[in-house]
T-cell receptor
Framework: AQTVTQSQPEMSVQEAETVTLSCTYD???????LFWYKQPPSRQMILVIR??????QNATENRFSVNFQKAAKSFSLKISDSQLGDTAMYFC????????FGAGTRLTVKP | NAGVTQTPKFQVLKTGQSMTLQCAQD?????MYWYRQDPGMGLRLIYY???????DKGEVPNGYNVSRLNKREFSLRLESAAPSQTSVYFC???????????????FGAGTRLSVL
């Protein structure tokens, strides 16, 4: 079975600093997709970044970047220059049609 | 752009009552999904539909039925609601044909359901 594990239930960071959220997964597949979604208090699920497993280059999206280690099945999210609006739950997700989500990390950005 | 629209936003049911959660997308996506979100557990897939006329079970399908009415609409039905089905329900859709957008799921705003 495919599983996604986020080992940090809560994290906090000072505004303008950098924070890294961890995610590990388990699969026997070779080609797949990985995602980070953000869920602010409004409850809306917002895509942050996507990584295709066959691409060795780590995905970046403005202040957001990932460290994808396929052999270690690790997919961490780095947020640079943290902003107050980054405060949210962050979910790591794996797969395609049968998407599996981690339990989430609650990130608080402090002024 | 409306994107993915879910109705209702809130609902309270009594045990044993039935109801249907509605979902519609206007992005011409071929795939649609229903998830439930419980505290501390992230999102879990209930059912998905890879194309009009097809549906498949996800991780937690028991107690639910779905209908892919047409390409735009995908409904979730609780025939006899139970307190264990108290949750926030999300509908999502994706376009699995475009290389740049493959498997990116776009979510509705969610339905908060309480079963007493």
């Amino acid at each position: 079975a495919q599983t996604v594990t986020q080992s940090q239930p809560e994290m906090s960071v000072q505004e303008a600093e950098t924070v890294t959220l961890s995610c590990t997964y388990d699969t026997s597949e070779n080609n797949y997709y990985l995602f980070w979604y953000k869920q602010p208090p409004s409850r809306q699920m917002i895509l942050v970044i996507r990584q295709e497993a066959y691409k060795q280059q780590n995905a970046t999206e403005n202040r957001f970047s990932v460290n994808f280690q396929k052999a270690a099945k690790s997919f961490s999210l780095k947020i640079s220059d943290s902003q107050l609006g980054d405060t949210a739950m962050y979910f790591c997700a794996f797969g395609g049609n049968d998407m599996r989500f981690g339990a989430g990390t609650r990130l608080t950005v402090k002024p | 752009n409306a994107g993915v629209t879910q109705t209702p936003k809130f609902q309270v049911l009594k045990t044993g009552q039935s109801m249907t959660l509605q979902c519609a997308q206007d992005m011409n996506h071929n795939s649609m999904y229903w998830y439930r979100q419980d505290p501390g557990m992230g999102l879990r897939l209930i059912y998905y539909s890879a194309s009009e006329g097809t549906t498949d079970k996800g991780e937690v399908p028991n107690g639910y039925n779905v209908s892919r009415l047409n390409k735009r609409e995908f409904s979730l039905r609780l025939e006899s609601a139970a307190p264990s089905q108290t949750s926030v329900y999300f509908c999502a859709s994706s376009d699995d044909r475009g290389l740049g957008t493959k498997n990116i799921q776009y979510f509705g705003a969610g339905t908060r359901l309480s079963v007493l």
